[in-house]
């Protein structure tokens, strides 16, 4: 009832239900989740049966997407007319784009007041826009490095490399020591993907996305560093050949396997790579940071994977919608399923009851969300990210020359401004 609590607590400070018969009985709300990364498949079926047997008059139709997809099936329900999604969740890079076309419902009166500041400020620009809310931050991610405790030491390594250059020198070191064939393994498929890695990178070398008159800066001698990172671990024999074609679950599944030193991941791969079960062979060995910084760049380097929880423009029952999103983001579920996505709470990361079992997972949470950066923030995001990947994707694999590749990208980019 607890977590029943805190959902309807919320709605009734709005104003939007004066009575539980305020809400239509026998209602189906229709809402799209994906099936990678963060909350598994089970645990958002088990957070709905939960919500449902708290709520016997609205039934939930979950659909589960890969993330990839997420954008494009908003777009199409948005523009379908009625008969569309009730709640939808939506990658952080693309809401200005649902914001300004009008594709999401804004819910800043829907939103109390206090809970402003009881949510990190990084999640919030998962719902933040133009000053007002379009929804509800529900997964607060970044990319990690993990690393193999027991090849680190085999190698002589006392500790996680704080720069990448460091993990370049670590994984040489691995690689000649004969513990495995490619200790880097990556995410680098011609997809979203590759972005947050890029970005991530880019974060350590202290370069941005657009410059201080917000044209394409993807060129720029600190964009290129990032860049040339990736194509020399590739060229190297450090990376895995096959991460130009990796999604977030196959690094998830070569790390697990024993088969890389070093992998950059959001924070889902830790209690799956590091629990003992069908899911790794690697438990107890798995160690996770802050992803590294960059000599001459940052201390440390965080991008924001982070998604929030909207109602889109035609629901048909957006108040129902609402009260399975608050439901779903409120701190009783979210501290209760935090093995797979940490909380947007402030106050759940001295919960110990949180952080049990992965004391070392909140400790790097802890410093990554504090310097969280974004992609960038366009309503044509979706354009400039698919320019983007095929330029970082000619670069590795099509062997263009990197400053070629990102000049004709900022260019492409500049276009669309």
């Known amino acids: 009832m607890f977590r ?73 329900s948005s523009s379908a007319g009625g008969g569309g999604y009730d709640v939808a969740l939506y990658d952080v890079p693309y809401l200005a784009e649902f914001a300004s076309k009008g594709f999401l419902q804004e819910v800043t009166a829907r939103v109390p007041a206090e809970v402003n500041d009881q949510v990190f400020d990084g999640a919030w620009a998962t719902a933040l826009y133009d000053g007002r809310k379009w929804g509800m931050p529900w997964i607060l991610d970044t990319k990690y490095l993990f690393y193999n405790k027991d090849m680190l030491a085999k190698a002589g390594i006392d500790a996680p490399p704080a720069t990448f250059e460091e993990l370049l020198a670590a994984a040489q070191k691995i690689k000649d020591a004969g ?20 970005g991530t990178l880019m974060a350590a070398y202290k370069a941005n996305f657009f410059d201080a008159d917000n044209k394409p800066a993807f060129a720029s001698p600190e964009s290129l560093k990032a860049v040339q990172f990736m194509k020399d671990t590739l060229a190297s024999g450090l990376t895995n050949p096959s991460s130009t074609e990796y999604f977030e679950e196959d690094v998830r599944k070569v790390f697990s396997a024993g088969e890389a030193a070093f992998a950059l991941n959001w924070a889902y791969m830790f209690n799956l790579a590091n629990t003992p079960g069908d899911e790794t062979s690697v438990a107890g060995q798995v160690g996770i940071a802050p992803a590294p910084g960059a000599e001459g760049g940052a201390a440390n380097s965080a991008i924001n994977g982070s998604m929030g929880l909207g109602i889109p423009s035609n629901a048909a029952h957006p108040d129902e919608a609402w009260k399975l999103i608050t439901y779903m983001t409120s701190q009783a579920v979210q501290n209760k399923y935090a093995k797979l996505s940490l909380p947007i709470w402030k106050s759940s990361y001295d919960d110990p009851a949180v952080a049990a079992g992965q004391e070392q997972l909140v400790a790097a949470a802890k410093t990554s969300i504090a310097i969280i950066s974004n992609r960038p923030v366009t309503p044509t995001y979706n354009e400039v990210s698919a320019i983007l990947q095929n330029a970082l994707h ?12 990102m000049q004709a990208a900022s260019d492409e980019a500049s276009n669309l401004r």
Request: with cysteine; charged share 15%; net charge negative.
């Open 179 to 198: 513990l495995v064939e490619y200790p880097i393994v990556a995410d680098w498929a011609q997809a979203e993907t590759i972005i947050c890695d890029y």
């Open 4 to 76: 029943y609590a805190y959902g309807f607590a919320l709605a009734v400070a709005l104003g939007t239900l004066s009575t539980a018969a305020a809400l239509a009985q026998d209602v189906t709300v229709n809402a799209l989740f994906m099936s990678q990364a963060a909350y598994s498949e089970a645990d958002v079926r088990s957070m709905i049966a939960d919500f449902e047997a708290a709520n016997p008059g609205i039934k939930v139709n979950p659909e589960f997407v890969a993330s990839e997809a997420l954008h494009d099936k908003l777009v199409a």
């Open 394 to 405: 000619q670069v590795l694999v099509g062997g263009e020359d990197p400053a070629a590749a």
